[in-house]
């Protein structure tokens, strides 16, 4: 059995040129752009965001989760998070190198269930970054956690389709040129079973997709869209994926993309961390540094032993997705350990900046801000315990142990 934890040379190189790319060109160049632009005028942060792109897309450095015959770097789903972790160091980051969230996991999503004249009009450009999209699943009168519940219909008329409904936080729907959106379309499937669903292909904007207000959140007003739907029309040649196959669809996009938000995550907790010892080892009180403190030194290690944690299951879920094997264990149990280290780390980081981390003049507020949605969106930490037990409860039924549910590792 062969355990190897180190890259190949070239991954390495890959992993340090975007770990220089970020620092030396993306950081100085976006510092003081807020979520809005900050004090740059609208102009001069579109030029220079559209510029890093450009740089990035030069030195080879484009769509690292997409294969090579799309434009992509070809990189497998381990290689993939060492890239992410290093892309999400500054915010912008996953943004510049076009593997960012929604478009991330919709790119994913047609690259597998697209029509090749679907891939042409939406994936391509998507790719090339002249596009951007979004996807519209949750609504706000059924719980978003059981996507069997959606109301939002979708009735054939002759060779269209006419969709009405609400939908909300759809991400980035105010400058996406189109949507996958998912409606019901079967009748008779009775409401909390699959196969009552179909996704769709919308273009933005369409007559009677209304975007009504994006939603203000704890983090501002960042671009989370509710959209009530009114009588819009779709040609039948819009639908993805076959009809019927909503809701498989969304588990399938669901999976690699929560892998992807863990492999950002862990960025971030790793910033929290390294300002958490940067200050523990500037800061003086009662007689020595705080670093020399225990309690000071147990937020520490508590944070450094989660975070391996959280380095070691993403490893390895991307690990089984690399090699074709169930691995929805694995994602739901690092999507959930990975959201709840991420606010804890955090956290700690606030606790031994005072004063300094609850002010906005470090990212550490902004960053619990943001850390607070990994817990509920993408599945709700109580929907992966559920399916963690289930799958546990089963593979013990099954076998008479618990140990395929635990990783399947050979200990
Ligand atoms: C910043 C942000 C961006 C988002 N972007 C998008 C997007 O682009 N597109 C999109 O479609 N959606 C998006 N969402 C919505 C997100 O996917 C949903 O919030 C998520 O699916 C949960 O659905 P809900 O909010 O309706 O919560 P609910 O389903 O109502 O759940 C609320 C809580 O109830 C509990 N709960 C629910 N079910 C169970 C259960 N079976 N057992 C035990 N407890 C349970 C959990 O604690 C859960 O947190 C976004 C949300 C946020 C905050």
């Known amino acids: 059995m062969a355990i190897d934890f180190t890259l190949s040379p070239e991954v390495e190189a890959v992993r340090d040129r975007v770990r220089a790319f970020i620092r030396d060109t993306v950081t100085p160049a976006v510092a003081g752009f807020t979520e809005e632009g900050g004090g740059a005028s609208r102009e001069e942060y579109l030029r220079t965001i559209f510029g890093l792109r450009a740089k990035a897309r030069e030195a080879g450095l484009w769509l690292p989760h997409m294969p090579k015959e799309w434009g992509g770097m070809g990189l497998g789903h381990v290689e993939l998070a060492t890239v992410q972790a290093e892309a ?23 690259l597998h269930w697209a029509t090749d004249e679907q891939k042409e009009k939406y994936l391509r450009p998507l790719l090339d970054g002249r596009s951007s999209s979004c996807f519209a699943m949750t609504e706000p009168e059924v719980a978003g956690s059981d996507p069997t519940l959606i109301r939002t219909t979708a009735v ?16 980035g729907a105010r400058r996406a040129r189109f949507a996958i959106l998912v409606a019901r379309t079967e009748d008779q499937v009775p409401v909390g079973s699959v196969g009552a669903t179909t996704a769709f292909l ?4 369409s007559e009677g997709w209304n975007d009504v207000r994006e939603v203000a959140t704890m983090h501002g007003s960042t671009g989370h869209s509710e959209i009530v739907i009114t009588d819009l029309r779709v040609p039948d040649s819009q639908v993805l994926g076959g009809r019927g196959n909503g809701h498989r669809l969304g588990q399938y996009r669901l999976g690699p993309a929560r ?5 950002r995550w862990i960025a971030q907790a790793e910033q929290a961390l390294d300002m958490m010892v940067d200050r523990s080892l500037k800061r003086y009180s009662h007689g020595s540094m705080l670093a020399e403190k225990q309690g000071i030194q147990w937020m520490v290690a508590e944070s ?19 090699r074709g094997e169930d691995f929805r264990t694995e994602v739901s149990m690092a999507k959930h350990f990975v959201a709840n280290s991420l606010n804890r780390i955090i956290d700690r980081s606030i606790q031994v900046h005072g004063a300094l981390g609850y002010s906005t003049d470090t990212p550490l507020a902004n960053m619990f801000q943001h850390a607070r949605w990994a817990r509920f969106a993408d599945g709700a930490d109580e929907i992966h315990l559920m399916r963690i037990a289930q799958r546990t409860i089963a593979a013990y039924s ?9 990783g399947g590792l050979p200990v």
């Open 88 to 110: 999400a160091r500054t915010r912008l980051g996953p943004w510049i190198l076009n593997c960012q969230a929604p478009d991330e996991g919709n790119m994913h999503t047609l």
């Open 156 to 171: 054939p008329d002759g060779d269209e389709w006419v969709i009405n409904g609400h939908k909300w936080f759809i991400s």
């Open 202 to 205: 919308v273009d933005l904007p």
């Open 259 to 263: 892998l992807a938000h863990c492999m």
């Open 304 to 322: 450094a032993i989660e975070l391996y944690q959280c380095k070691l299951m993403v490893l390895h879920a991307a690990y089984k997705i690399d």
């Open 398 to 406: 099954d076998t008479g142990s618990t140990s395929s549910a635990t």
